[in-house]
């Protein structure tokens, strides 16, 4: 990667970012310490407003905005191919915001490349019995929640057909055995637990700030998941 487009990179990654390292930089890069504050010295000398906030990293100050992105060819085709995938794996709230994402991609690319992406799109032919498309419409409002550390109410119904109200606190979702689970802490059970998502019946975002104090991530949890699993 030359320098021009190196530049360009470390831009990206730190306006798509609250805060950004220089030792992330460094290892995302391959490039030293001093490098990277060469290259963010350049930044800041051709007009990008780059500050520093100690302890936690650079970042891009409010109301700078890159130029309009341009895709290559095959940046457009990736995420094409991913459309199958959406429009089979997640629900009607996502695979709605990935089409209007997508058209806003085509919008910018040149008319040779939107004739590949057709060519591409009517090639691709999903598997359309194997796995039911979901018909929920709660994954958008789950990462909102997350995103937000608001409280959910969620009708629940578990495996034994079992109805019951439960607020809950999201730290996070995970798609395995071909669904998708919230890993969410339940005042009902004053425990971290795992609701998969096609038995919630109903669900509301209550707005309300999380009321426990503090979470584990989600990358702990799974860890103390894994080590409890049974060796086989």
Not at 29 to 55: C, H, M, Q, Y
Request: aromatic letters at 12%; hydrophobic letters at 40%; a positive charge.
């Amino acid at each position: 990667m030359n320098r021009i487009d190196r530049l360009l990179a470390i831009l990206i990654i730190i306006q798509s970012k609250k805060f950004t390292t220089a030792e992330h930089l460094s290892q995302k890069f391959g490039i030293s310490i001093r490098t990277v504050f060469r290259d963010l010295k350049a930044l800041n000398e051709i007009g990008v407003p780059i500050g520093f906030e100690p302890n936690h990293g650079y970042f891009i100050m409010q109301g700078y905005f890159l130029p309009p992105v341009t895709f290559s060819t095959e940046e457009a085709n990736a995420l094409v191919l991913i459309e199958s995938i959406v429009h089979r794996f997640t629900d009607k709230s996502i695979q709605k915001h990935f089409t209007t994402a997508l058209n806003k991609v085509k919008a910018v690319l040149k008319s040779t490349q939107k004739e590949k992406i057709e060519q591409i799109q009517a090639a691709l032919v999903p598997d359309s019995g194997y796995y039911p498309s979901p018909n929920f419409e709660y994954l958008s409002e789950i990462q909102n929640a997350i995103a937000h550390k608001q409280i959910l109410l969620i009708h629940y119904q578990n495996l034994k057909s079992e109805l019951s109200i439960r607020e809950i606190e999201p730290i996070g979702m995970i798609f395995y055995g071909l669904n998708w689970h919230i890993v969410a802490w339940c005042w009902l059970r004053h425990e971290y637990r795992d609701f998969r998502v096609d038995r919630i019946q109903q669900i509301q975002n209550t707005y309300k700030p999380y009321r426990k104090t503090e979470h584990q991530s989600i990358n702990t949890y799974l860890e103390n998941w894994r080590s409890e699993m049974p060796l086989t």
